[in-house]
Nanobody, 124 residues
Framework: VQLQASGGGLVQAGDSLRLSCAAS?????MGWFRQAPGREREFVAA?????????HYSDSVKGRFTISIDNAENTLYLQMNSLKPDDTAVYFC????????????????????WGQGTLVTVSS
């Protein structure tokens, strides 16, 4: 599976941005992670395709970000609203081929494939 992320850019605080991740193959779980400068990569959101496309978010983005998937195009999206400077990071999409328990979806090593990352910069 190949993942191609896009949509990053420079925006101002309060603006919106939508990230896309095109996948080349069938997946059971897809997610977004981010890595800010000097910090470890962290979970942002995930969608479990084998569980009715159930959606899960980190507390830091819940209510502001929305993860979705276009099954026909096999493309994952992350709609980011009310962006804050703390959201500045490189955003990575990730995918797993098989189903996994809910408690594991926030772990990096639960994912088999990773995209190249797209930079989001939010100015104050």
């Amino acid at each position: 599976v190949q993942l191609q992320a896009s949509g990053g850019g420079l925006v101002q605080a309060g603006d919106s941005l939508r990230l896309s991740c095109a996948a080349s193959g069938r997946t059971a779980l897809m997610g977004w992670f981010r890595q800010a400068p000097g910090r470890e990569r962290e979970f942002v959101a995930a969608i479990r395709r084998t569980y009715g496309n159930s959606k899960h978010y980190s507390d830091s983005v819940k209510g502001r970000f929305t993860i979705s998937i276009d099954n026909a195009e096999n493309t994952l999206y992350l709609q980011m609203n009310s962006l804050k400077p703390d959201d500045t990071a490189v955003y990575f999409c990730a995918a797993r081929l098989s189903a996994i328990v809910l408690s594991a979806i926030r772990l990096e090593n639960s994912y088999d494939y990773w995209g190249q990352g797209t930079l989001v910069t939010v100015s104050s």
